[in-house]
C-alpha cells in the first residue's frame, strides 16, 4: 500500500547519477559572506505588527499608491517591521543589484520578531519616478495572481539616478500569543494561537538543539496549543504546519534559543557561479550531492537517484509553474501519493519537499532550516530520491522551482541466506532487551518458507486464506506449544522484521521463519514477504 506524507516548501531539478553529483559539489569553488542584524533585537516574536511606518523612503507615496491600486491588495495588512527589512534589504544589495540570500532575510526577518516564513521580496529598479505607483501595481496584480500574502512593507531610494524599491510580502495565517526568543533551559515553552479561517489541523514539529526532532499529532480544527520541553541549551527550531486546499503549509517557521543568545549573524557559503542560469540537470546534481553530504554527517545512508521519480517530481514542479501556484496538493494531479501511484511506482510511502530559491545552495539551506523538510531528508528509511526542477526568470535572473519526492525500493537479497540473516538481526535486539536467542523450529520454518513462495508463484493468492492454510498446517505438525499464530508482512528490507515486535516477546518458544522476495499487483517492486510462525 503507498502512503504519502506531504510537508511544508522547497525547490527543484531533473536528476543525473549520485557519483557524478557528489564530485561536481566538492570540487565546486564557493564564497563565505558574512551578515550581522542590525538594530536592536526583538523580545518576542509577535504575529501583530507594531506601530510605525511600513513604507520608507523618498517615494513611499508612489509605493502606496501603486499597492492600494493593485486589484486583491485591499487584503493587505502594513508591518513596519517589514518595512524596516525591507530597508536592509536595500542597503546590502550585491554589485549586480541582487538581495541577501535566504538565511540572511530570515535571521532579520526574526530579528524583528516575525514568526511566519521569510518574507517575499520583489527588487525593482527605474529611472522615472513618476511611473512608480504602476509598477507597483503592476508587480503586485503579477505576484498576487499566483500567491496570497496578508502583510506588506517597503523602502524606496535614490541610488546613482535611479529609483530603487524594495517590496517586502508576508504571508501570516495563524494569530499567535507572543513567544519569548530566549529562555533558561527548563522554562515553559507554550506555542498557541489560532489559525485563520481557510487553514486547519495544525501540526508542530521542532528540531532540538542535539540534532533530533519531534512531530506533534494533528490538532483538529483551528486552535491550537503545545508545550515544548526546553532541558536542552542550545538552538530550538520551531515550525507549525496546517492544512489547506494546496495541501500541507507551512504557518510558521522560527527558532527559540534556550541558555544561550539568540544569533545576531550568519555565515553563509555561496557557490562562485551564484546567480548564473544552471540548466535543471545540473541543479539537480548539486541538490543530491548537499543531500548526501548531510546525510553522511548524520550517519546515515546516501540516497540514490531514481528516474522514475525524477519524471513525477519534474511534472509537478512543471503544474506548479504553469498554472502558479506552489503546494502539494494539485487541482488537477492531486497529492504527491496520487502521482505516484499513477506512475506506478511502488513505495511504501512519499515524502514530498517543495520550494523556490535563486541557487541549489540556498534551496537546500532552506530546506534544512525548516524542521519538517529536514525530517524528510534525513529520514533513515529512505532509499531513493527524485529532484525535478524548473528554470524561471526573476528580475534578470534565474529562480529554481523544485519538487524532491523520496521513496523506499527494495534490492535483490539472497533468499537462501534470508533466514538466518533474520535470526541474526532478531536475536540482536532481543540481546540488547535481555532476552534469550530465538528457539527456531525447523518443521515451523519449512510450513513458513513454502507459505512465502506460494505468495508470489501464486500472484492471485488471498494472503488470509494462506495464513489461514497455514495456521491448519502448523497446528497439526504440533511442537508442544499452547498456543500459535502466523503472520505474513511484504516489507523492502530485512530490517524492517525488527518492527514485528512479536518476534521480541519474551513469551515467544519457538519461531518458524519464510522468506521469499517478487512482485505482484499488490505489493512493491521486489517486496520482500516474510512469513512468521510463533508457538508460545
Not at 201 to 222: C, E, F, I, N, W
Not at 503 to 515: E, M
Amino acid at each position: 500500500m503507498t502512503k504519502a506524507r506531504t510537508l511544508g516548501w522547497l525547490v527543484m531539478a531533473l536528476l543525473l547519477g549520485a557519483g557524478c553529483a557528489a564530485s561536481a559539489a566538492s570540487t565546486r569553488p564557493t564564497l563565505r559572506e558574512h551578515y550581522q542584524a542590525p538594530g536592536t533585537a526583538e523580545a518576542h516574536y509577535r504575529s501583530a505588527p507594531p506601530p510605525g511606518a511600513a513604507l520608507t523612503g523618498p517615494h513611499a507615496f508612489r509605493v502606496g499608491q501603486g499597492i492600494e491600486a493593485a486589484p486583491a491588495a485591499e487584503a493587505l495588512r502594513p508591518d513596519p517591521r517589514l518595512g524596516q527589512l525591507a530597508a536592509w534589504v536595500l542597503e546590502e544589495r550585491g554589485p549586480e543589484g541582487e538581495t541577501p540570500p535566504h538565511p540572511v532575510i530570515d535571521l532579520w526577518a526574526r530579528h524583528l520578531g516575525m514568526p511566519e516564513p521569510a518574507p517575499h521580496l520583489i527588487v525593482l529598479a527605474q529611472s522615472d519616478p513618476e511611473t512608480l505607483a504602476q509598477r507597483i501595481e503592476d508587480e503586485l496584480s503579477r505576484v498576487l495572481s499566483s500567491q496570497r500574502y496578508t502583510h506588506y512593507g517597503a523602502a524606496t531610494g535614490d541610488l546613482e539616478g535611479v529609483v530603487v524599491t524594495v517590496l517586502a510580502l508576508s504571508w501570516r495565517w495563524a494569530d499567535f500569543e507572543p513567544l519569548p526568543r530566549r529562555l533558561t533551559p527548563g522554562a515553559p515553552l507554550t506555542i498557541a494561537g489560532k489559525l485563520h479561517a481557510d487553514l486547519r489541523d495544525a501540526m508542530l514539529v521542532v528540531s532540538y538543539p542535539d540534532g533530533t526532532s519531534t512531530r506533534a499529532p494533528k490538532q483538529k480544527g483551528r486552535d491550537f496549543k503545545a508545550d515544548v520541553p526546553t532541558e536542552q541549551r542550545g538552538e530550538y527550531r520551531v515550525e507549525i504546519l496546517a492544512e489547506g486546499k494546496l495541501g500541507t503549509t507551512v504557518v510558521a517557521n522560527f527558532p527559540i534559543y534556550v541558555g544561550v543568545e539568540p544569533a545576531r549573524s550568519v555565515t553563509v557559503e555561496r557557490a562562485a557561479d551564484h546567480g548564473e542560469r544552471l540548466p535543471p540537470s545540473e541543479v539537480g546534481e548539486r541538490l543530491l550531492a548537499l543531500i548526501n553530504r548531510d546525510r553522511e554527517r548524520a550517519g546515515l545512508s546516501p540516497v540514490e537517484a531514481h528516474s522514475p521519480l525524477d519524471a513525477v517530481a519534474a511534472a509537478h514542479s512543471k503544474d506548479m509553474h504553469d498554472h502558479g501556484f506552489v503546494g502539494h496538493t494539485s487541482p488537477t494531479t492531486g497529492g504527491a501519493g496520487d502521482r505516484v501511484k499513477r506512475a506506478d511506482i511502488r513505495t511504501p510511502y512519499v515524502l514530498e519537499n517543495i520550494g523556490r530559491g535563486y541557487s541549489p545552495e540556498e534551496v537546500h539551506r532552506g530546506l534544512m532550516d525548516s524542521p519538517g523538510h529536514r525530517a524528510n531528508v534525513m529520514t533513515p528509511d529512505a532509499t531513493h530520491v527524485g529532484i525535478g526542477v524548473v528554470v524561471e526568470i526573476e528580475d534578470e535572473r534565474p529562480a529554481y522551482l523544485v519538487t524532491e519526492l523520496f521513496g523506499r525500493f527494495a534490492e535483490p537479497i539472497d533468499v537462501d541466506d534470508a533466514v538466518d540473516d533474520l535470526v541474526e538481526l532478531l536475536d540482536a535486539e532481543r540481546k540488547k532487551r535481555g532476552l534469550p536467542e530465538l528457539a527456531m523450529n525447523d518443521t515451523l520454518t519449512e510450513l513458513a518458507g513454502a507459505t512465502a513462495e506460494r505468495f508470489f508463484a501464486e500472484p492471485g493468492s488471498d494472503q488470509n486464506a494462506l495464513l489461514q492454510a497455514l495456521s491448519k498446517r502448523a497446528a497439526q505438525a504440533g511442537g508442544g506449544y499452547s498456543r500459535q499464530t502466523a503472520m505474513m508482512t511484504v516489507v523492502p528490507a530485512l530490517e524492517d522484521v525488527l518492527g514485528i515486535e512479536a518476534l521480541l516477546d519474551p513469551a515467544v518458544r519457538g519461531v518458524g521463519l519464510g522468506v521469499a522476495q517478487g512482485t505482484r499487483e499488490d505489493t512493491i517492486e521486489l517486496g520482500i514477504a516474510i512469513v512468521v510462525v510463533i508457538g508460545y
